[in-house]
């Protein structure tokens, strides 16, 4: 899925007025575009992009980004890799 948002309106949502984290903000703004693709499936992806998927990538990019240092490995990947997984029947 496109980035439902750009890097300045990330940047601008996070308080960020420097470049030094623009990789890594880009990344984040990445992996909540899909993950909130995976939720909202009734939007087609055409058009401008709904107020409240921007405020759900937006949300999910600052808590990312806020608590980068007391992620625990393994709490939270799981949401994110589960759309990716295939199960054998």
Same mark, same amino acid.
């Given at each position: 899925?496109? !980035?439902? %948002?750009?890097? +300045?309106?990330?940047?601008? #949502?996070?308080? %960020?007025?420097?470049? !030094? *984290?623009?990789? /890594?903000? &880009?990344?984040?703004?990445?992996? +909540?575009?899909?993950? %909130?693709? *995976? =939720?909202?499936? !009734?939007?087609?992806?055409?058009?401008? =992009?709904?107020?409240?998927?921007? /405020?759900?990538?937006?949300?999910? %990019? &600052? =808590?990312? #980004?806020?608590?980068? &240092?007391?992620?625990?490995?393994? $709490?939270?990947?799981?949401?994110?890799?589960?759309?990716?997984? $295939? /199960?054998? =029947?």
């Amino acid at each position: 899925m496109a !980035d439902l %948002v750009t890097l +300045a309106e990330a940047k601008l #949502y996070l308080r %960020v007025d420097h470049s !030094d *984290d623009d990789t /890594l903000i &880009a990344l984040l703004i990445g992996a +909540a575009s899909d993950a %909130v693709g *995976d =939720v909202a499936t !009734d939007w087609n992806g055409e058009g401008d =992009v709904p107020d409240r998927l921007k /405020l759900a990538v937006l949300a999910r %990019v &600052a =808590v990312s #980004y806020d608590n980068r &240092a007391s992620v625990e490995a393994a $709490t939270g990947e799981l949401a994110m890799l589960t759309p990716l997984r $295939t /199960l054998e =029947v």
